[in-house]
C-alpha cells in the first residue's frame, strides 16, 4: 500500500532523508521512530504530497506521490505534526467544511462528524474555536479531520505525543480498529511502549536513513534495547549546580 | 523592577521586530493615503480619518507575552499596572498619531488622543476578556456557513477578514457615507464614487496577504486537501469581494468591484507565496509599498473608467482577476 525506493529529500546542502527504501502492506500498522531531525517528519511529508522527493520514487495506495496528488489526497488522511488546524473554525465546523471537500453530502457528513466527536470524547467541545481548544483537543480534532473521509491510508506524525492516557487509548483502539478493516497506518511516535502495543511493523530512521525494518515479531529483543542499540545511544549530562 | 524592566526591554524588542517584519502600518494602503491626506483633507475627513488611525491601538501589545508565562512571573499588582501602561506606550501607533495631531492640530488634540488611545485599549482588553468568558457574544460565530464544496471555506475567510481592522475601517467609512447620503440636503454623487474609493483602499492591503491568518498550520492544511489551487484562491476572494460588495452597496458598487477585481489580481502574487504572521485586530501589513502603490493605481483607474466610461470595462477587470486567479491558482499548488 506504500512503496518508496531511493527516496530523497535535500534542503540546499542538507539531505534530510537519505535514499529511503521501504514498504508497509495493507492494513499494516507501520512505526517510522527516529530522533529529532532524523527525517521521520519529512518522510511523511513526501508520502503526503507535502513535499517534492529530490530523487527517488514513491507509491501511496497505488499513487505516484508526484504525479497524482490530487487523487492521493483524495486516498489519505493525514494527522500533521502542526495539526493544520483553523482558528476562526469551531471543532464541529472544521468537520462541517472538510465533508463536502472530499465529497460527502452533508447529511452523511453530519451523521460521521456526530459518530467521531462522540468516539473521540469531543462532543462537548463541538462548538469550542480551535485556538480555544486545549492541545489534546486540537489533536483529536485532527484526528478526526484525518478519519472522516475514509481514507485507505492514515499518516499519523506523532499521534500519541501531549495527550492524556484515556486519549491515547482511545487513538490506539480506533487505529487497531481501522488497519484490521484493511486501513494501512504509519504513524510516527517517540513513546516506544505504545509503539510496541500497536506497531505491526518497526522503521528506525537515523541521519535521514533507515537502519532497521522488520516486523515486530522479528525484532531481538525489546523496541527500547534496539532504539537506544541502533538509533540514539543515551547520554546524561552532569549538571553539578543542580539541586546544590 | 529589574525584572519588569528586562519584560518591557523584551517587549520593546518584539514589537520593534514586529514592525520590521511586517512592515504594519508602513505598507498599508490605506494608512499611507491617511497620512498623506491627514493635512490636505477638511475637519470631518480628518475626524474620520483620525478615528480609523487609532483603531491599531486595539491590540494590545502585551499580548506578545504568553498569558500563562506572564501568570507565571513573579510581578506585584504594581508592577503589573506598571507593565500594562508600558506596553501601551510601546505602540507605534500611539506616537504617530499623537504625533500627527500635534503637528496638524494642536498639543491639547495630541493629549486628547493620547487619551482616547488609553480608553480604546482598555475597553478592547475588557473587551476581549469579556469575550472569553461569554463565547456567544463573539458575533463571528453566527457568519452562516455558505453552500457549495467551498462554503465551509468562504465561511471561514469571511470571520478571518472580520477580525481585521481593515474592514471595520471600510466599515466606518461606509456608515459615514450613508449617513452623509441621508443627512445632506443635496449628496454630491461624486462623493459616493470617492467613497467607493476610500473603501476599496481600505480592503486593498488585505488581498497582499489572504493566508495571514491560517498561518502556517492552516496552509498545510490547504496542501492536505483535494482542492485544486484556484479553488482554495477563489474562496479568499469570494469572501473579500462579497464584504467589498456590501460595504460599496450603496454607493458606486460597480466601481466598487471592479478595484476589488484589480486588488486581488495583483494581491494574489504576494499572497501565494505563503502566510505571512498577521495579529488578529491589527491593520494588516502588506508586502511593500512599491505593489500597494502599484495595486492602488490600477484599482483606481480601474473604478474611475467603470464609473465614468464604461461599465463594461468591468469584463476586462473580471478577466485580468481570473487569469491572475488560474496562474496564482497554479503556484499554491506547489507544495514545496
Keep these: ?15 534530510a532523508v537519505d535514499g529511503v527504501t521501504f514498504e508497509v502492506a495493507k492494513g499494516a500498522i507501520c512505526a517510522v521512530l527516529g530522533p529529532n531531525g532524523a527525517g521521520k517528519s519529512t518522510t511523511v511529508k513526501l508520502l503526503t504530497a507535502l513535499l517534492t522527493p529530490t530523487a527517488g520514487e514513491a507509491k501511496v495506495a497505488g499513487l505516484d506521490v508526484r504525479n497524482d496528488r490530487l487523487a492521493l ?24 467544511l ?37 492541545y489534546g483537543m486540537r489533536k483529536k480534532t485532527a484526528l478526526a479531520l484525518a478519519l472522516l473521509h475514509n ?10 505525543e501531549g495527550i492524556d492516557p484515556v486519549t491515547s487509548k482511545t487513538i490506539r483502539d480506533i487505529l487497531t480498529s481501522v488497519a484490521a478493516k484493511g486501513v494501512t497506518v504509519m504513524l510516527t511516535s517517540h513513546i516506544l511502549t505504545l509503539v510496541e502495543q500497536i506497531a505491526t511493523q518497526i522503521v528506525l530512521i537515523r541521519q535521514g536513513r533507515v537502519v532497521w ?17 541502533l538509533v540514539e545511544p543515551p547520554r546524561t549530562p552532569e549538571l553539578p549546580w543542580l539541586g546544590s | ?51 480609523l488611525v487609532l483603531f491599531p491601538l486595539s491590540a494590545d501589545p502585551l499580548r506578545k507575552v504568553p498569558p500563562e508565562r506572564l501568570a507565571l512571573w513573579p510581578l506585584t499588582r504594581g508592577q503589573g499596572i506598571l507593565l500594562r501602561l508600558a506596553s501601551l506606550c510601546l505602540s507605534p501607533a500611539v506616537w504617530i498619531t499623537t504625533g500627527l495631531l500635534i503637528w496638524l492640530a494642536s498639543p491639547l488634540a495630541g493629549i486628547g488622543a493620547f487619551v482616547a488611545a488609553t480608553l480604546i485599549y482598555s475597553l478592547a482588553s475588557s473587551f476581549s476578556r469579556f469575550s472569553g468568558v461569554l463565547p456567544e457574544i463573539n458575533l463571528l460565530r453566527h457568519i452562516p456557513r455558505l453552500p457549495g464544496r467551498v462554503g465551509g471555506l468562504i465561511q471561514k475567510n469571511i470571520r478571518e477578514m472580520l477580525s481585521i481592522l481593515d474592514a471595520y475601517a471600510g466599515l466606518v467609512l461606509s456608515i459615514a457615507g450613508i449617513v452623509y447620503r441621508l443627512a445632506a440636503t443635496h449628496p454630491e454623487p461624486e462623493a459616493f464614487f470617492g467613497i467607493t474609493l476610500l473603501i476599496s483602499l481600505s480592503l486593498s492591503t488585505y488581498a497582499q496577504c489572504l493566508f495571514a491568518l491560517d498561518a502556517e498550520t492552516g496552509f498545510e492544511r490547504y496542501h492536505l486537501v483535494p482542492l485544486r489551487g484556484w479553488q482554495i484562491l477563489g474562496a479568499k476572494d469570494a469572501a473579500f469581494l462579497l ?14 468591484l471592479a478595484a476589488g477585481f484589480m486588488a486581488l489580481a495583483i494581491g494574489h502574487y504576494p499572497s501565494a507565496l505563503g502566510p505571512t504572521p498577521q495579529p488578529r485586530w491589527r491593520f494588516t501589513g502588506g508586502s511593500s509599498i512599491l505593489l500597494g502603490f502599484f495595486q492602488v493605481v490600477l484599482m483606481f483607474s480601474a473604478a474611475t473608467v467603470v464609473y465614468r466610461s464604461t461599465v463594461a470595462f468591468l469584463a476586462v477587470c473580471a478577466a485580468v482577476w481570473l487569469g491572475s486567479l488560474w496562474y496564482f491558482g497554479r503556484q499554491l499548488e506547489r507544495p514545496d
Design chain 1, 1 to 15: 500500500m506504500i512503496a518508496c525506493r531511493n527516496l530523497t529529500k535535500r534542503f540546499g546542502d542538507f539531505t
Design chain 2, 243 to 256: 464584504v467589498l460588495v456590501i460595504l460599496t452597496a450603496p454607493f458606486a458598487p460597480l466601481a466598487g
Design chain 1, 73 to 96: 489526497k483524495r486516498a489519505i488522511g493525514v494527522l500533521p505534526e502542526d495539526l493544520g488546524l483553523f482558528d476562526s473554525l469551531t471543532v464541529a465546523e472544521h468537520l462541517d
Design chain 2, 1 to 51: 523592577m529589574a525584572g519588569l524592566l528586562t519584560i518591557v526591554g523584551a517587549l520593546a524588542r518584539a514589537v520593534w521586530r514586529d514592525i520590521r517584519k511586517l512592515n504594519a502600518l508602513a505598507a498599508n494602503n490605506f494608512f499611507l493615503f491617511c497620512f498623506l491626506a491627514l493635512g490636505q483633507s477638511g475637519a470631518f475627513l480628518q475626524v474620520i480619518l483620525g478615528l
Design chain 1, 98 to 134: 472538510a465533508g463536502p471537500i472530499y465529497g460527502l453530502s452533508r447529511s452523511e457528513t453530519r451523521a460521521r462528524s456526530g459518530q467521531l466527536l462522540t468516539a473521540l470524547g469531543l462532543e462537548n467541545a463541538s462548538d469550542t474555536f480551535a485556538d480555544e481548544c486545549s
Design chain 1, 213 to 229: 525494518n522488520s516486523t515486530r515479531a522479528e525484532l531481538p529483543g525489546s523496541l527500547e534495547e534496539l532504539y537506544l542499540d
Design chain 1, 151 to 160: 481514507p485507505q491510508v492514515l499518516f499519523l506524525d506523532e499521534p500519541f
